[in-house]
């Protein structure tokens, strides 16, 4: 059986939208590759600005650590020097004190020798030795 022959109107129509078909297959072809480059292009920055985030968050841990350490050591040698200025400034006054107590003890056991018994000297304790440790082998 022979084929029909298409009417010219039919055969323009089809040309027309074989043409507009190519066209937009075209275009989309471009704009999907610059869309999946694009694509790729920001997902690279962000893996690279992640990294960014979490080398300053780690650096300033690290910093933290150092201030805080510092800091702990300046309020240590602070408390040192406040103990031992305690320690001075108190000094004259408790050897003041320990005067004052011998010369009541001296004055009472004046005016009544019975009362007072004879004042103990503290007692002094040795220091222990460190025994020797047998090594485990």
Not at 30 to 57: F, H, N
Request: charge should be positive.
């Amino acid at each position: 059986m022979a084929r029909r022959k298409k009417s010219t109107a039919k055969r323009r129509a089809s040309v027309s939208q074989q043409r507009a078909t190519g066209a937009i297959t075209a275009v989309r072809t471009r704009v999907v590759g610059s869309v999946r480059d694009y694509v790729k292009a920001v997902e690279s920055l962000l893996d690279w600005l992640e990294r960014e985030i979490d080398r300053a968050t780690s650096a300033a841990r690290d910093q933290l650590d150092r201030l805080l350490h510092e800091a702990a050591k300046q309020i240590e040698t602070l408390e040192e020097r406040g103990k031992e200025a305690r320690k001075r400034l108190t000094a004259p006054y408790r050897k003041q004190a320990a005067r004052l107590v011998a010369r009541l003890e001296e004055g009472i056991s004046d005016v009544a020798p019975g009362l007072m018994a004879p004042r103990a000297k503290p007692v002094r304790r040795k220091r222990a030795k460190k025994r020797a440790t047998k090594k485990k082998a």
